[in-house]
């Protein structure tokens, strides 16, 4: 499966967003994977025009396409309103599904890093129960999301680009104890690649602007044999 990282129409340039997310589309396609995962920050600004292009374009994909909310799609504070509006337009914003004997968790960062009454509490106990069910099954876990839960080391303090470390710990534990094996994020606009007792925890290359100036592109994920995975850089193609 590919993972794709902050699409984020407007980031770049929004005409060079535009273009980049179609040209890897097209890549995509060729290459033929199971499915695609997008790591939040869809769009720059969540409005109309920016939500339709996204959907424009995404429709595009000849494979399924699971997209994780961002705080640029669903605002740094969410409101009802903002989520409601980004269910009613992309879909859901946190959802599970299975392939393989995997599941594949969707969740919401922005839920985590600025809590909303109401709905908070309902997505952790979603996650929770989610996470159980899977181990249940002896179903390897990814978590797809948009906020990593730490950048360097799983102490670190809290900043724009990590979650709260009280709520960090609380999903560090939940992820050991039942099966998580990697931990999908984007955000950050810079690659990293760490391992937690097990986990790998992998933010991945945009196609909107990387601050650590590595080429646009996405990652490639293959499952061996063995339930091992491995992923690789796939630069974009047609720039």
Not at 55 to 60: D, F, H, Q
Not at 142 to 163: A, C, Q
Not at 184 to 208: D, F, P, W
């Amino acid at each position: 499966f590919v993972q794709m990282c902050d699409t984020q129409l407007g980031m770049g340039g929004y005409e060079h967003d535009v273009m980049t997310f179609t040209l890897a589309v097209k890549q995509i396609n060729e290459m033929k994977p199971d499915f695609v995962v997008i790591c939040g920050d869809l769009v720059q600004t969540a409005n109309d025009r920016s939500f339709k292009d996204f959907n424009r374009i995404r429709a595009g994909f000849k494979l399924p396409c699971h997209c994780a909310p961002g705080n640029h799609d669903v605002s740094n504070n969410p409101t009802s309103e903002t989520l409601r509006r980004y269910r009613e337009t992309i879909g859901k914003d946190y959802f599970s599904v299975e392939h393989k004997g995997y599941t594949l968790v969707v969740a919401n960062t922005q839920l985590w890093k600025a809590p909303l009454a109401g709905e908070s509490e309902k997505h952790d106990a979603w996650f929770k129960e989610t996470l159980e069910a899977a181990k249940a099954k002896s179903s390897p876990v990814i978590v797809v999301v948009h906020y990593p839960l730490f950048l360097k080391s799983p102490d670190e303090k809290e900043i724009y680009y990590n979650l709260p470390i009280p709520k960090r710990k609380e999903l560090l534990e939940l992820c050991v104890e039942n099966g998580v094996v990697g931990f999908l994020a984007g955000h950050t606009h810079r690659h990293i690649a760490k391992t937690y007792r097990g986990i790998q925890m992998v933010n991945g290359e945009t196609t909107s602007k990387n601050f650590d100036k590595r080429p646009m592109g996405f990652r490639l994920w293959n499952v061996t044999a063995k339930r091992e995975l491995r992923h690789r850089f796939v630069p974009l193609e047609g720039m």
